[in-house]
């Protein structure tokens, strides 16, 4: 078959919000197969192979974070989470065990619709070469050369801030984990050093931002990470 439309395994167990995604994504070019329970999402996604999974972190029968790490014994399809407003510690622990990103409920279907391509863009990336130069907006790195450029004007990094920006870059438009940034940038013992990633954050967006203060790039997601923005994510 050439060039199918992208198959998204929906694992959720509210059958009224299972109901209304299946409508919503399938207007939106995409195949759908479901599942209610995290057993029965695990056989789906080993059976149908799908392009992207959408989990609800709260299933009747197993921790979502669970579901995630037993689909990553296997597969690197992009996991896209659904979380409730009490599960902050959960999305983080959903992050870190290989998910790629989330929404949180109540959430719109424009911001789930743009995490879902950003997902798959990524997916398909990842098969191919990468991108040896970035841009989003005034901000234009070229990875091959090392030069970072705001409006034209090279701007100088230190080498720390400049694998921070990178480690973003590799995720663009995603959110990275606080813990992930730190294992990235600093290497894997330093999960807990949140302070670091803060004063270098900081660094990074006043050589980068604008308004520091209110960036429009380098992105906090509250109690999770960070995300470097593009234009539709
Ligand atoms: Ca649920």
């Known amino acids: 078959m050439a060039n199918p439309l992208p198959l998204l395994l929906i694992i959720e167990d509210d059958a009224k919000l299972k109901r209304f995604l299946e409508i919503t994504l399938g207007q939106h070019g995409f ?4 599942a209610a329970t995290g057993a029965e999402g695990i056989l789906r996604a080993a059976n149908h192979n799908p392009d992207l999974v959408v989990l609800d972190l709260g299933l009747p029968d197993m921790d979502g974070v669970e579901v995630i ?53 990524h997916a398909t990336l990842a ?19 090392r030069i970072v450029k705001l409006d034209g004007q090279e701007v100088h990094l230190t080498p720390i801030e400049y694998k921070l920006l990178t480690t973003l870059i590799a995720y663009a438009g995603k959110v990275v984990t606080h813990s992930q940034l730190l294992r990235k940038v600093w290497g894997p013992n330093s999960e807990f050093e949140s302070q670091y990633l803060r004063v270098y954050m900081n660094q990074l967006r006043k050589k980068l931002e604008s308004e520091p203060a209110k960036p429009k790039y380098l992105v906090t997601e509250p109690g999770v990470g960070y995300r470097l923005k593009m234009g539709d994510a």
């Not at 195949?31 to 479901?34: E, G, H, L, S, T």
């Open 31 to 34: 195949r759908i197969v479901d």
């Open 69 to 121: 790490r037993r689909i990553r014994e296997w597969s690197n399809v992009p996991v896209v989470i659904l979380s409730a407003r009490d599960q902050e510690r959960d999305k983080v622990a959903a992050l870190d065990a290989g998910a790629d990103d989330y929404v949180t409920k109540p959430f719109g279907n424009a911001e789930l619709l743009a995490r879902i391509r950003v997902a798959l863009r």
């Open 127 to 145: 098969k191919g070469q990468p991108a040896a130069v970035f841009k989003a907006g005034a901000l234009d790195v070229d990875l091959s050369a």
